[in-house]
């Protein structure tokens, strides 16, 4: 039961009222103040303070304090005048448990009205943003619109200048092509005699030089082979038809590219600037995976996706070696690798299509596991459906499946080669 607080104090005016509470040194955060217009409550555990007040106030103007151990109520009197007492001393249960309920249904009802009004305030407030968002939004499309409209009058009276210059440029030059013609036919017209006899004293000379040259012609040249040879180009298009400077720009990043990744692999450095190809490499490998030289061959292969990572064919042939070595693991990660560089599924990758899902099949089965294996050897099927080594490889997974055999078969071995 809570202790009800007896030493407050409260003094008053002709329009306040004044009230103390003392908060036994409570601290804040356990203090909670409850007040309506006919009620105030201060609950402070295991203390309490209850009035009911003498007559109304305007709970709207009044304020509560709590500071320096106390609580201190600025109470408006809604009618003025000097009260007799603070509290109905006198009223019975009945009647103050109507005040008290009375005072929870209002103050939920502000609450309640509180929120309300909170939450209209907000809506505004979103409403207004949004309408003055949208104004925003108008005013620059219009200014975008009028630069647009300004910009296009300018062009096309510039556009109309323009035609206007190169119509009278094209009637001057007509007219001046006229006048040409108009001058050639009157001189046709009116021909003169120096230059007429000139004319005859040059052809007579011209028919002289002419029979002079006739006598003097030099015998024919043997024939001859004429070598020819044409500039290797890196790129497929006609010299004419490319750009010289930019392709030679994208070579020589490509070689500072390929120099760089070299000084940062030490075995990179150790080739010779020919040797430092893909291709190279991979053409190394193979004929180290041929010679049953499986380490060496995937040393090749690392250094060639090292220049190049997005060649599926050496992280394919990588994965036979692995599983020539036992490397099951790492046969499945360089066969899923180079599935998703074989993409998309083409006709002209179907073979190296057909190939990787082998060789994952068969270190799946390699490593018991069945169910995945079948998977890469139906996939397999669906590439080349009349491979009857394939057909028999994959019913024999089937009947391991289903415990008639306990062990891969011997013919998936053959599968992990070039």
């Not at 599935?339 to 390699?366: I, M, Q, S, W, Y």
Request: hydrophobic fraction near 35%; glycine fraction near 4%.
């Amino acid at each position: 039961m809570p202790l009800m607080v007896q030493d407050y104090s409260w003094t008053q005016s002709e329009s306040m009222i004044y009230i103390s509470v003392p908060l036994k040194g409570m601290k804040l955060g356990k203090v909670d103040v409850f007040a309506t217009d006919e009620y105030l409550k201060v609950s402070f555990p295991p203390f309490l303070f209850e009035v009911f007040l003498f007559e109304s106030i305007d709970d709207d103007r009044s304020v509560a304090k709590i500071g320096n151990g106390v609580v201190v109520f600025s109470l408006h009197k809604k009618n003025e005048g000097l009260w007799e007492q603070l509290s109905l001393k006198n009223g019975d249960k009945v009647n103050l448990k109507e005040i008290r309920e009375r005072a929870v249904l209002k103050s939920q009802e502000k609450s309640a009205a509180d929120a309300k009004a909170k939450a209209t305030k907000k809506q505004e407030e979103k409403k207004y943003a949004l309408q003055s968002m949208m104004k925003l939004e108008d005013e620059e499309r219009a200014r975008i619109k009028k630069i647009k409209e300004e910009e296009r009058e300018k062009v096309t009276a510039e556009m109309e200048a323009w035609k206007m210059k190169q119509k009278e440029e094209v009637e001057k030059e007509k007219a001046q092509q006229r006048q040409m013609i108009m001058d050639e036919e009157r001189k046709q017209r009116k021909p003169d005699p120096t230059s007429v006899s000139r004319t005859a004293e040059n052809k007579g000379c011209q028919s002289r030089s002419i029979k002079s040259k006739q006598v003097t012609l030099p015998a024919p040249r043997c024939s001859g082979n004429i070598q020819v040879k044409f500039t290797p180009r890196v790129f497929p298009t006609a010299l004419r038809e490319s750009r010289v400077a930019e392709e030679e720009e994208w070579l020589k990043k490509q070689a500072e590219a390929r120099r760089a990744s070299s000084a940062d692999v030490p075995e990179l450095s150790d080739l010779k600037e020919e040797e430092r190809s893909p291709d190279w490499l991979k053409e190394k490998g193979n004929k180290l995976f041929a010679t049953g030289n499986y380490l060496a061959a995937v040393s090749a292969y690392n250094l060639a996706i090292q220049l190049n990572r997005n060649i599926p064919a050496l992280y394919s042939n990588r994965a036979a070696c692995h599983l020539k070595l036992r490397n099951l693991h790492k046969a499945i990660e360089d066969s899923s690798k180079a599935l998703t560089l074989l993409t998309p599924a083409v006709c002209d990758n179907a073979p190296a299509r057909l190939k990787t899902h082998l060789r994952r099949g068969t270190a799946f089965c390699e490593l018991e596991l069945y169910a995945e294996g079948l998977q890469d050897y139906q996939s397999a099927l669906k590439i080349d459906p009349h491979n009857e080594a394939v057909q028999a490889d994959a019913q024999k997974i089937r009947h391991i499946i289903q415990g008639s055999l306990a062990g891969p078969s011997d013919s998936q071995e053959e599968h992990a080669g070039h």
